[in-house]
Structure formats: C-alpha cells, structure tokens
C-alpha cells in the first residue's frame, strides 16, 4: 500500500487522540493538505492505520464536504451564493462560469486548470456579486470581468506560475 504521509508524522497525530477512530478526521485532513483531495486509495491507506472497516472511512468522506473526492485545479473558483451576491447576480455569474469552462459545480477543467464551486457568504457582501479564486476575492464582478481575470490565470498557469 502507498505511504502517504511520512511514518513519524501519522504516529505524532495518533499521539494527539484517545483513540484511532478519534484520529480519523485529523488524518483524512492531513492527507487531504498532502494530496489535495481523498482517493479511494488514500480511504484504504487511512482505514489500514487505523485499523477501522473502510466503509467507516468511506462514510466519513462521503458526509463532510470538506472532503474533496477528486482532484481540484490549479485554481479552485468560489462563487458567493448568500443573500446579497444572490440579489446582485450570482446565478449570472455562475451560468457564465459554468459555460465558459464546460464545467458544473464541483468539478474541475480536463486540464485541471480551474474547480468550480460555490459559497456561502464570503464576507464582503459590499461588493456583490463577489468571487474567490483561490485567495483572491473580486467583486462586484461582471462575466466580461470574469473573462478577463480567467484569462490572465490561464496565462500565468501556462507559463508555469
Ligand atoms: S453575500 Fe456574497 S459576500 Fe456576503
């Protein structure tokens, strides 16, 4: 089976919990910040440490969003859905979003350029319709600015930044 993380840092977070089902959370985030998301092969890795049937694992994973089932992209694009982005054109934004990518809501380019996934309130409603591209937030944002600021991270993960 694949080492995932490093031997002496899953045995430091065992250390941390009273019991090793107590420890599966902290060790699926951990894999998680590793590999960017939780494969089917890190669910037996995790069940194999900690001894517990991977359906357990699976359930877990299945239930947190939090947990990410597949790979995300380069660039992981939130789109505010709560109240005020909702008033100002959020569904504008994401119907373009999801027309320009050929992508839905939580899934990623086949160049694994961009993720797409919506948000509960980002915390600058002033500027709804907002958006998060990785820890980049735009707003008020209009799909011709979309355009643009989508163009310019598609140039910069081509030319390798
Ligand atoms: S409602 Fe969208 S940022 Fe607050």
Known sequence: MQ???????VKKLLGRYPNKDAALMPLLRAIQMKE??????????AA??????????REVVAFYSMFREKPEGKHLILVCES????LLGSETILEHLKKRLGIGIGETTADQHFTL??????ACCDQAPAVMINDELFGPVTPEELDRILEEKQKAVDSGQ
Do not use: D, M, N, W
Request: glycine fraction near 2%; include cysteine.
């Open 36 to 45: 960017g998301y939780i494969s089917k092969e890190a669910e037996q890795y």
């Open 48 to 57: 194999a440490i900690l001894e517990l049937h991977p359906s357990r694992v």
């Open 3 to 9: 080492q995932i993380l490093p031997k002496k840092e």
């Open 117 to 122: 996934e919506t948000a509960e309130c980002l």
């Open 83 to 86: 109240i005020s982005c909702a």
